[in-house]
């Protein structure tokens, strides 16, 4: 085995010694057991995405404590800003402009370029972002499933579905606010 597998074993092991008191304390401070799932499947992302022979992580169980308190805090905050959506939402662009870009009917090198431009920067977006969150963005918007659809699939409720696709949706804000801008700046 190499250094890096036997650090990520390591990891995980003494990941496995304080799963049950990690999942007991996160547990406590949730509404439901699939808030309670994804931000354990989160800070363990977070852990084995972390750690790094230049920076290694040395107490790993308090480590993902200090993980599990701050993802934690993070979601509460983020369910409270939900309730001023509908603000947010008026400062984000309607999307006409780039939709006009995306799906114009002109087959001109100009518009091919940036549809792939577009395309492939949503495409890294996509592939950097949590696995949660994708799969919810990828089935709603690309797929087709409704949110019950998806729900009796995987066994996940409509409610965390929707947490994970507004998450998701914040993630390709942020990320492509760049390039939109790019792209409509130039109109």
């Known amino acids: 085995m190499t250094k890096a597998t036997d650090r990520r074993q390591d990891l995980l092991t003494a990941l496995r010694g304080c799963q049950q008191r990690l999942r ?3 547990a406590g401070r949730t509404t439901n057991i699939a808030d309670a799932e994804d ?3 989160e800070i363990t992302y977070q852990l084995l995405k972390a750690d790094s ?3 290694p992580i040395e107490q790993v169980a308090a480590w993902l404590f200090r993980a599990a308190r701050n993802e934690l805090i993070y979601r509460s905050r983020k369910k409270r800003e939900r309730l001023f959506s509908d603000e947010f939402d008026s400062e984000w662009p309607d999307g006409e402009e780039l939709a006009k870009v995306v799906f114009n009917p002109q087959d001109d090198a100009e518009n091919n370029y940036l549809r792939q431009l577009i395309l ?3 495409d890294l977006a996509l592939t950097d972002m ?4 994708r799969e919810a963005f990828e089935k709603t918007e690309l797929q087709g499933y409704s949110y019950k659809q998806l729900a009796l699939e995987t066994g996940i409720t409509v409610e965390t579905l929707l947490s994970r696709k507004h998450q998701a949706v914040l993630f390709l804000r942020l990320r492509l606010q760049g390039l939109y801008d790019a792209v409509i700046g130039d109109e």
């Open 120 to 122: 492939q920067e949503l």
């Open 53 to 55: 022979y230049l920076h």
């Open 24 to 26: 007991e304390f996160i």
């Open 130 to 133: 949590p696995a949660q969150q």
């Open 39 to 41: 931000v354990y499947q």
